[in-house]
């Protein structure tokens, strides 16, 4: 009797343990997750003239790359791709590509699709001339397409991280489909299928069972477009949406201590600054820059008008980014120093007036800002920040009025017309993060990156170098010195990398945030059982 | 019957005569409105001579001083803790080993609680004290947990504190409230010092209120006096010429008229602001073309209902031009009345309008400081219960949107009292 | 007949002289992608989509227009006509009553209280009343929101905005008062005293006869609604075309045009339209009127 209920027993626990192994791997698969964005999507096709942030993170459940660059491993990860293979020479590049996936609509994933791509990309006015040392692109089999370049290339990876759009979905010359466009009716291969969009721009996804990598957890996905910052944290707080991407600084605090969020910060990809019109006679001085630039407390904004979520910057480069030059410190705020400098650069008060002028010419320092309004709650923080400028020029005896422009009014100014002298700039980057453009003398034109006109040799051939570089520690030296150099000579005040932070409701276990995408890493979140039953469709 | 003296029944007439104005339909809250108005008047004054001066940047968000305003528009930061004896000390506040001392729960009565709330605003140089007197504990023992450089307790429970200058900004005050025995009290509240005393507290970058109150009377008059000044003359124009001339005039400028009262105001107005770069004043300009419509449309009844009139027949045939008549005869000495009314009611809109935009984050812009603009920037603070930058704004919205709708309407009144 | 005829027919006329209008300024907003267009081009551009009806697709939502315009204009009328019928509910009694004893202390008290209501700007009450239900009893009130909550939720989600849009920008206030002095007007007239002496009600027959003022009042504040509708439909996240108008003109950039032409042009007609039916009200309860 006793054998038998201990056999019974045991019977009992290991039945108990398959159990509990069964769940937790079946059990995770489940949910539906609402998440609001800032604005509406747009198109959904990704070479669009249109394409914002929010059509980006959208990109990234529906399509993949051949390659995917990870931030914080610093390498490439395969994702449409298998393997590639360089050429000695660096001029030719083969990707061995993967025969298990598929389109949403069940065709399958072959190398015309690649070669359709990039081809449909170099077509596009904007991305013509990156893509122009492409010369020619060859299908080697279904599996296996190779990229012929002009010139060598060190790791020419760095191209292909684009969404490969299917060929199918697109006429005899690249014309769309209708009745459905690929802008409105997205087919790709990643681990979500497009549903429907509504017409208040609402995005409805389901999970993708046939997907040929790791399928998600959470069944449906729906995008809901919130414009007004103060109604996101709203709907978060009342159950309308279960994670918003990006929460506003004035509005962090509120959610932050809430117990029933998780909140975390990912890098922008961004950085703020005040951007010198170099082609200005009084700015066109090294020494003018710097000195305004030690004179501002560039910190104290952080603190104050972000609550300093964000990390201050020497020079453009961002700290997730593998050039970074952890070393390099920004120059101290000093404003003595900044007055001393200017006193014996020539630039001297002596009419009394509170405003230093040359002593050579009498011409004063006096300096228009250009300030962009945006729609919503950012303007707030920008016009404080030019306003904390202002004031602490006003202290070493520069003269800035403000002008607030509206966002057309000031693109056109800054690319276009390219008249003003300082102006606020806050500069996005994608994966690629290229700042040498910036600072690039080969893009000063019209619409060209450099719009404030540098001119610098040495910048320019360290940037020269870089580009024909052979091999990444030669790169990343070349990058230190551009830092160091850029530092001081101030072409930029810069200012700081602002942190965007994504808040999400307990019931929901995030494991990782793209810093870039976002939703990368989505097949690894999932709402734990328990807390399952409260999510609810959306009629 | 006495006898009244000259004197007396002169005094007694005119004070009949004066109450009886005085209780006349309308006179009071005209009275009231008109106060309003010459308040709003000396603000744009005082905005003209002294601009600078009223946008200097002190401590953010900084509470009003008065402490009943504080009970009203802030939520209640003062946090009760209880904290259970044990090692007695105190002074370091993070990571102490007797964890035991710091208990969280929920505070009961049989803890000490403090009779009054402390204030949570500070000025430099002024003396900041609180009287941590219980409610129900006598004897006790107080230790200052966290406090800015300076401040001190009492063994009797009287902290005090002279903040310099240097001392601005925010900070947390931590009190341990211990009697001998039994649970004692943590009282934990943030104080904000500031350069110089505010009594309404500050706004978000720093300025004080009652400086942005003052600032934002200067849109609520300019703004409106050019809607005025293209408003009243296309209704005059429009409105009499289509009541005197009739015929083909008439049907031509109703219809233009009512093309005009078809058009949804606050589109077109969006379109304004998209063509000027959302210049307050162009949009005023187009709130006038707006709001012309329904007074028109009354100036024209009113010019038909006096063309009939004999005295105009007897002008025309003394010869005086058509121009004439409908000038000076029918508008100026007849029609004129109802154009002041008109006239407040417009400016009441256009300070409506001026609100609806800024909030809409398409009026005015920073620099600048209107009342809207105050309202949308702090929209974000109704969620931390810091209502004083909402409150004070709302508050004049509405006085002075009622003022201009009052005078409106006593004119009205007074108006149609009098049979014009 | 002649003078419905000549009614409609101006009606039309001006539609199509609004259309002309909005084109023009239109045409005059600065657009910096296309400047390459002239003043005059896309005048005659934004002329052509209006008088041929071919608007196509809207820039930002690729949307066909007609289909936003119709799902999208739903919510609005259906915001306009409840929030009419609220005004009307309330200032009808209130007139009336107001007018039978018009000396009496609590008319005038309650003139005086509907001034006050109605002086408070509409967004100042939709954000007080929108706060005041998410603390008292813990609801927001937004749109969105609509599937997370009970029926009763449910329907104050739509009674809300109404409520704001009647009570805001003198909506109410005017009406009260219109109402008020035509009922003293048709009060003192000989038939409400032979309707007295027969002992029957007064009040349909009052009602009929306030017809025509309240929609020559609705007819002068058609416009005003539809402004007051946009930023409600912004505080309380409704899904219509005021919204749908209000995000175009104010988006950065190239403005969506078509969208905000077309929007543009329903508003109109539907202002046109009350225009229309306020004045054939006035000529059906006058008979003298009918008369050319």
């Known amino acids: 009797m006793k054998r038998f209920f201990l056999a019974a027993l045991m019977l009992l626990y290991l039945f108990m343990l398959t159990g509990i192994g069964y769940g937790q791997s079946g059990d995770r698969r489940g949910g539906d997750l609402k998440y609001g964005e800032d604005e509406l999507a747009g198109s959904l096709n990704p070479y669009d003239a249109n394409a914002v942030s929010t059509s980006d993170r959208l990109f990234a459940l529906i399509y993949e790359p051949l390659v995917r660059y990870d931030v914080d491993k610093d390498d490439f990860i395969y994702v449409l791709a298998e393997t590639s293979k360089t050429s000695p020479d660096g001029k030719k590049l083969t990707f061995m590509l993967r025969t298990t996936p598929r389109w949403h609509d069940d065709k399958p994933f072959t190398a015309a699709d690649v070669k359709f791509t990039y081809e449909y990309i170099r077509s596009k006015q904007k991305y013509a001339r990156k893509y122009q040392h492409i010369t020619a692109i060859l299908e080697e089999g279904p599996s296996a397409i190779s990229f012929i370049f002009a010139a060598g290339q060190s790791d020419p990876r760095d191209f292909f991280t684009r969404w490969i759009i299917p060929k199918h979905r697109f006429g005899a010359h690249m014309e769309d489909l209708q009745p459905e466009p690929l802008k409105k009716y997205p087919i790709g291969t990643g681990p979500y299928l497009f549903g429907n969009m509504t017409i208040d721009g609402e995005i409805n996804l389901q999970l993708n069972d046939r997907y040929w990598g790791k399928t998600a957890n959470i069944l449906n996905l729906v995008m809901k477009p919130q414009p007004d910052p103060q109604s996101k944290v709203m709907a978060l707080t009342y159950d309308g949406i279960q994670l918003a991407t990006e929460i506003k600084p004035n509005y962090l605090a509120q959610v932050a201590q809430d117990k029933k969020f998780f909140t975390r910060p990912y890098s922008s990809f961004s950085f703020d600054a005040f951007a010198y019109n170099c082609r200005n006679p009084l700015l066109s001085e090294a020494v003018v820059r710097r000195a305004m630039t030690m004179a501002l407390n560039r910190k104290s904004l952080l603190d104050n008008f972000y609550f300093g979520k964000g990390q201050e910057l020497a020079g453009p480069v961002i700290d997730s980014s593998p050039f970074y030059n952890a070393e390099l410190r920004p120059l101290p705020f000093n404003p003595e120093r900044a007055k001393a400098m200017l006193d014996s650069a020539g630039f001297r008060d002596q009419d009394g007036d509170g405003i230093r002028e040359r002593i050579t010419d009498k011409a004063k320092l006096r300096f228009g800002l250009i300030v962009p309004v945006e729609k919503e709650a950012q303007s707030t923080e920008t016009g404080q920040v030019a306003n904390a400028f202002k004031e602490a020029m006003a202290r070493i005896g520069i003269a800035i009025e403000l002008e607030h422009l509206n966002r057309d009014v000031y693109d056109k100014r800054q690319f276009v017309e390219r008249k003003f002298d300082i102006i606020w700039v806050r500069w996005e980057f994608d994966t690629g993060y290229n700042v040498r453009e910036l600072f690039d003398a080969n893009e000063d034109f019209v619409n060209g990156k450099n719009f404030i006109g540098y001119r610098n040799p040495s910048i320019q051939e360290l940037i020269n170098k870089f580009i024909h570089a052979p091999d990444p520690v030669y790169k990343r030296d070349l990058m230190m010195a551009f830092q160091e150099v850029l530092r001081d000579e101030c072409p930029y005040t810069f200012l700081y990398s602002i942190n965007a932070t994504a808040a999400w409701t307990r019931r929901l276990i995030v494991t990782s945030i793209d810093p870039y995408y976002f939703f990368t890493f989505i097949p690894d979140w999932y709402f734990p059982v328990t807390s399952r039953a409260r999510t609810r469709m959306m009629d | ?420 | ?292």
């Open chain 2, 1 to 420: 019957m006495p006898r009244k003296n000259r004197w007396t029944i002169y005094h007694t007439q005119r004070e009949v005569s004066f109450n009886h104005w005085f209780r006349q339909n309308g006179t009071k809250e005209m009275a009231a409105a008109l106060a309003v108005l010459l308040l709003l008047l000396l603000g744009n004054i005082l905005v003209v001579l002294n601009k600078d001066a009223l946008q200097k940047k002190d401590t953010r968000n900084q509470p009003p001083t008065n402490s009943f305003l504080q009970w009203l528009l802030m939520k209640p930061s003062l946090e009760i803790v209880e904290v259970t004896q044990g090692e007695v000390s105190g002074i370091d506040f993070y990571g102490t080993p007797g964890a035991s001392l710091l208990s969280p729960k929920a505070a009961q009565e049989t803890s000490p609680r403090p009779r009054k709330r402390p204030s949570f605003t500070a000025v430099a140089g002024k003396g900041y004290s609180f009287n941590a007197v219980l409610k129900n504990f006598p004897d006790v023992r107080y230790a200052l947990v966290r406090a800015p450089e300076g401040m001190g307790v009492s063994p009797t429970g009287q902290l005090s504190w002279t903040p310099t200058a240097e001392q601005a900004g925010i900070y947390k005050i931590s009190l341990d409230v211990l009697p001998f025995a039994g649970t004692g009290t943590r009282l934990s509240w943030e104080v904000s010092v500031s350069e110089k005393p505010h009594a309404l507290g500050t706004d978000q970058s720093g300025r004080d209120i009652l400086a942005c109150l003052i600032l934002g009377t200067q849109w609520t008059l300019l703004p409106g006096l050019i809607a005025v000044l293209i408003s009243i003359p296309l209704s005059l124009l429009f409105g009499g010429m289509a009541g005197y001339y009739g015929g083909m005039i008439e049907t031509f400028l109703s219809h233009g008229i009512t093309l005009f009262s078809a058009m949804p105001s606050l589109v077109l107005i969006f379109l304004t602001g998209a063509i000027f770069n959302f210049n307050i004043y162009a949009m005023m300009a187009v709130l006038g073309v707006v709001l012309f419509p329904r007074n028109a449309l009354q100036i024209k009844n009113k010019v038909l209902s006096l063309k009939e009139n004999q005295f105009i027949e007897a002008a025309r045939e003394l010869g005086m031009s058509d121009r004439r008549i409908l000038l000076k005869d029918i508008l100026w000495h007849n029609a004129r009345t109802p154009v002041l009314s008109f006239c407040f009611q417009i400016m009441a809109f256009a300070i409506l309008i001026e609100v609806t935009l800024s909030y809409l984050n398409l009026g005015i812009k920073e620099p600048d400081v209107s009342w809207g603009k105050m309202i949308f920037d702090h929209r974000s603070m109704i969620q931390e219960q810091k209502l004083w930058p909402l409150f004070f704004p709302a508050v004049t919205i509405f006085l002075s949107v009622a003022a201009f709708y009052l005078l409106a309407d006593g004119l009205n009144k007074r108006n149609k009292i009098r049979g014009v």
């Open chain 3, 1 to 292: 007949m002649k003078k419905i005829a000549s009614h409609i027919f101006t009606t039309v006329l001006l539609f199509l002289a609004c259309g002309v209008l909005i084109s023009l300024l239109l045409s005059l907003v600065p657009d910096y992608e296309r400047y390459e267009l002239s003043t005059w081009r896309r005048f005659l551009e934004n002329l052509g989509t209006f008088m041929t009806f071919r608007y196509g697709d809207a820039v930002v939502e690729q949307y066909p227009i007609f289909d936003i315009l119709r799902a999208r204009g739903v919510k609005t009328a259906l915001l306009i006509a409840g929030a009419l019928i609220l005004t009307l509910g309330i200032s009808i009694p209130l007139g009336i009553h107001a007018a039978r004893h018009k000396e009496h202390k609590r008319a005038r008290f309650i003139d005086g209280m509907i001034y006050g209501l109605s002086s408070v700007p509409i967004l100042v009450w939709a954000t007080l009343l929108l706060i005041f239900f998410q603390r008292t009893m813990d609801v927001f009130l937004h749109w969105q929101l609509l599937s997370n909550y009970p029926l009763g939720w449910r329907l104050m989600i739509y009674l809300l905005p109404m409520i704001c849009l009647a009570l805001g920008d003198g909506m109410l206030a005017d009406m009260t008062r219109h109402i008020r002095d035509e009922a003293v007007k048709l009060l003192e007239q000989d038939f409400v005293r032979s309707l007295r002496a027969r002992n029957v009600l007064v009040m349909p027959h009052l009602c009929r006869g306030l017809i025509p003022t309240v929609m020559a009042v609705i007819a002068g504040k058609i416009a005003y609604l539809f402004g007051g509708a946009i930023v409600v439909e912004y505080i309380f996240g409704w899904q219509g075309l005021g919204f749908a108008l209000y995000g175009a003109v104010s988006r950065p950039g190239s403005k969506d045009y078509p969208l905000i032409l077309a929007a543009t042009m329903l508003f109109v007609a539907a202002a046109l339209l009350i225009n229309l039916l306020s004045s054939l009200s006035a000529i059906w309860a006058d008979p003298r009127l009918r008369k050319d």
